[in-house]
């Protein structure tokens, strides 16, 4: 490994460790302080007494212990900001607050979710939790009244055979979210107070949900949304769990994978042209994809993992999107630090795009006698790979195992491009041309409906999930590092078969 490559693994490893390891601990600013000062005892002692080869090594030593107290330093800012001395006080007791609804409306069967910014008299501003009934309907950008118990969030016992207990508190810390307030009751006091572009985004979007609900019935409509906009929300809790028990919950949650599936439609269908064109096409199909779901932080995070997927695609240059998958997932993980222990979104769509970019290649030369007709082979081994990679982090996590997510997969996947292409543009049609609507709609109730009846029938068989009661780190740890052992073997593998060609084609 060159001096460059390593001087870039130990920043982004140092920095990446010490948020992690501050994710644990109350505090950490004594430990950045005492890890500052032996990097820099550290780097003194091979500067001055050191005076052979190793002296680099420990110089690099050095620089990973700073960048640990960076990282450590970075989740520590995070936590300065102080909590409203106000709503500390009011906390079990009955209150009323004006506030701004600072992110789009999560809407489920029961009831809203909205995060709302309450600004207090000292300029202290406060995000809470609040959670109320279907009607009225909010937006983004309300400015609310919103009367009702302020509680502080408390973790809860997962209902669930492995008795998991569900850490709340940091889950909405991520979010800045300290407080919460249920049963609310609102009263909309003026409306369009939010940022211009992000309502604008969110009016397209919600104008787009109102085409397809008014062409498809549910739970067709909300199966759509969740395939174009990652409303997951949209389908009720039965749905949701026939989805996580068949394995395919990955449809109705906008990720990177999620979005890649966007661009590889786009290009396949624009396979005629040239591949920088079709390339071009599918990146901007991503960014409009993006935009369209309103560009909130976890769509772009899915953005930038989609999009180095396909350039990893088109190019083939796995080394090089590994640094710039590494480097974007710093980026992210500098400008919200919680997310990396605490947000599973982010999580799993790093862990999806790895499998992709070095897993598929790994395997697709096993799978010739796949045909590669309708893409058939690519989509076997992207599911196949997608599914190695991410399994143990979720056995770890939730401890749920679908047997059924194979075949369930390879039924629905070859179906999932051509959904979204005519649930999308049976939306668009109907603003414009009511009877070509008519037709799209027809084709994309049958494509839906059979995907549909798939999830139905694998997620009612007896043993289609398994619950997985205890999953410990170690083996956790103990699974990535035999994956990772295959992966280097079959790069080094790679690289000398390249390099023995080469050889080979040299002149005598």
Not at 346 to 366: D, G, K, N, R
């Amino acid at each position: 490994m060159s001096a460059q490559n390593k001087i870039w693994l130990v920043l982004i490893s140092g920095f990446v460790g010490g948020v992690w390891l501050r994710s644990f601990l109350g505090h950490g600013f004594t430990l950045f302080l005492f890890l500052i000062l032996l990097a820099t005892a550290v780097a003194i002692y091979a500067w001055l007494i050191v005076h052979d080869s190793n002296r680099k090594n420990i110089l690099l030593g050095s620089l990973f212990l700073l960048t640990f107290a960076l990282g450590i330093l970075r989740l520590e800012m995070s936590d300065i900001q102080p909590e409203s001395e106000f709503l500390a006080t009011k906390v079990n007791q009955n209150i009323t607050l004006p506030g701004v609804i600072c992110a789009e409306p999560a809407i489920n069967e029961t009831g809203q979710n909205i995060q709302v910014e309450f600004q207090s008299l000292n300029n202290t501003k406060e995000n809470i939790l609040v959670k109320t009934g279907l009607y009225p309907t909010l937006t983004y950008g309300d400015q609310i009244e919103v009367r009702g118990r302020l509680l502080k969030p408390q973790n809860f016992a997962v209902n669930d055979e492995n008795d998991r207990v569900f850490d709340y508190v940091s889950y909405l810390n991520k979010d800045d979210i300290h407080y919460e307030i249920d049963f609310a009751s609102v009263s909309i006091i003026a409306k369009n107070q939010g940022a211009w572009l992000t309502q604008k985004l969110l009016q397209v979007k919600n104008s787009f949900v109102g085409q397809i609900e008014a062409r498809l019935p549910a739970p067709e409509s909300q199966f759509l949304e969740g395939l174009l906009l990652g409303a997951k929300s949209a389908m009720g809790q039965e749905w949701r769990d026939k989805f996580a028990r068949a394995g395919v919950s990955h449809t109705i949650a906008l990720s990177g994978y999620n979005i890649t599936i966007v661009a590889d439609s786009l290009m396949r269908f624009f396979s005629f042209l040239p591949g920088s064109f079709a390339t071009g096409i599918g990146v901007l199909g991503i960014i409009l994809f993006a935009l369209m779901t309103g560009a909130g932080a976890t769509v772009v995070r899915a953005t930038i993992m989609a999009l180095l997927v396909v350039v990893a695609r088109t190019t083939g240059r796995n080394y090089d999107m590994t640094r710039a998958l590494l480097l974007a997932g710093c980026l992210m993980v500098l400008q919200n630090p919680k997310i990396l222990v605490f947000d599973l979104s982010f999580q799993l769509s790093f862990l999806a795009t790895l499998a992709l970019i070095y897993v598929s290649p790994m395997l697709i030369e096993h799978f010739h006698f796949v045909p590669q007709k309708f893409q058939l082979r690519e989509l076997l081994v992207s599911t196949l790979a997608t599914q190695i990679f991410v399994t143990p982090f979720i056995l770890y996590k939730i401890g749920l195992l679908s047997l059924v997510a194979l075949p369930v997969n390879l039924l629905i996947l070859p179906f999932i491009p051509a959904t979204m292409l005519f649930g999308f543009l049976t939306g668009l049609a109907n603003y414009l041309f009511v009877y070509l609507a008519w037709v799209l709609t027809l084709v994309s109730k049958v494509l839906l409906g059979y995907e549909l009846a798939v999830v139905t029938g694998f997620a009612a068989l007896p043993y289609a999930a398994v619950t997985i009661k205890y999953f410990p780190l170690g083996l956790l740890v103990f699974s990535y590092s035999l994956i990772g052992f295959f992966i280097i073997r079959f790069e080094w593998q790679k690289r000398y078969s390249q390099s023995s060609l080469l050889k080979s084609e040299e002149p005598y």
